[in-house]
């Protein structure tokens, strides 16, 4: 591996707040993350390379200086956490406070700086000896053809063959299946696919024998693998890298973060994430014409199986909704109903959003066990307080909305269709740079590369004392309901 002087995480000098508080972490991470120090002593999460098994050229980009552009430096930064609190008294100091003793109590403190991601002045594979692969993992989310589209574009851009650029059909699966065919992905066969939802490829969920997949990685001579998933796909994308390595497969495998519940560590923002509480607020607002014509109670119920931020910022946006309900926050049935009330006095009709995810605790019985990703199978909160509202509200029309598979199986809107071009492109140059084992995601809006077992710990959650949490409760009135 070609990284710079390893050091313990534990040794890394912290930055320090205003007030002497170390503030470098908002996570703890593995100790099996490789931590690198450039010249000038700032620590930064490094990436596992195969360099030393490749040749180096210049990037084919460098005719006309990457149209003006220029190139990333190898040892570029971005700053992960730019928060600095005057006090322990400012917003989000507590919560930061309590992550951080979590990261020192377990020995690993998350160091200051991630790799910048984008275009080097030299690659380290010739284009036409490239042979590349794209999977799409899990559930549907939005931007899935357009990141499988601009990962094809960019590869051809620098050089690949259009005959050596492969799609697996229906997920991890489609290696080993042999009613999956391999596909073809030149320029034609990409074109257009951005305007359509799902994924032209196909996606399942459930593990795959990752041994057989690396075999067959060096059956076809895949020597670029690309995994566009969530949590499960990137950990399998994880495991995949850690058997080419064992089995001596130099092959770059490189993991875009997929998830429509925007749940995926670190990163600011997953792609779909925009256009699925674009598409949410359409059901929020037909909600509210439902239930102000009839003076009655609308529920809708969103997905977020451990994260509710779909809900609270559909809520948000959408400006109609008077509760809503995430899996971080809890609440009780009888508050929830005195509080129901009060609104129905104050304004006759009430609208209700509420995350998958959210009152497990509070359904009396539903479902159990997990699901084929080895999720657990929820229980069915929308359906419960749909009759549990009815009952208490008799004579009022309660009306249920489930849009949740809907928003997920469009086309991107603007601000989606920028971010799947900026990380499909960056997953290629990454593997051009040498990487493997990785990710690419914005992180304080500046794009970065990361170990994929960053990102694979947890799921990312609202902050209950945060301030986007703060500012929706702010301004819909919504007060303690547990």
Known sequence: MATDTKDSSENA?????????????????PASVPVSRR????????LKDIRSHLQTEPSPFTKGNNSGGGFVGDKDLVQINIMRYESMDSTGAKQAAILRSAAEASGV?????????????????????????????????PGLNDVVQNIVFTLLDYGVPEDQVFGIRYGLRGFLDRRCKMVLLGRAGVEGIQLRGGTVLGTSRGHALIPDIVNRLALWKVNMLFVIGGNGG???AHSIAQE??????????????????????LIDRCFGFDTAVEEAQRALVAARVEARSAAGISIVKLMGRSSGFISMHASMASGVVDVCLIPEISFRMDKLIAYVDTVLARKDYAVLCVAEGA???????GAGGTDAS???????????????????FTGRDVRYIDPSYMIRSIPTITTDRILCKVLGQGAVHGAFAGFTDFTVGSINTHYVYLPT???????RTVDPQGRTWNRLCTAINQPDLA
């Not at 010249?39 to 490094?46: H, K, P, V």
């Not at 657990?376 to 549990?388: A, F, Q, S």
């Not at 077992?453 to 947890?458: A, F, L, V, W």
């Open 359 to 365: 009152g497990q605790d509070v359904v009396n019985d």
């Open 234 to 236: 990137n950990a399998a």
């Open 13 to 29: 000098p912290a930055p320090l707040d205003s007030y002497g508080t170390d503030q470098s972490t908002h996570l703890s991470v």
């Open 109 to 141: 403190i998350f160091p200051a700086h991630a790799l910048r991601a984008g275009p080097r002045r030299q690659i380290y594979r010739s284009p036409a000896a490239v042979t590349a692969a794209i999977v799409t993992c899990g559930g549907l989310c």
């Open 374 to 392: 080895g999720n657990p199978i929820l229980k069915d909160i929308g359906t419960y307080l749909r009759d549990e509202l009815a009952k208490h």
């Open 39 to 46: 010249e000038d002593g700032l620590m930064y999460l490094a």
């Open 453 to 459: 077992t960053t990102i694979i710990q947890s799921p």
């Open 244 to 265: 080419c390595e064992r089995k001596g497969v130099i092959c770059n495998v490189v993991g875009v973060p997929k998830s429509i519940d925007n749940d995926i560590q």
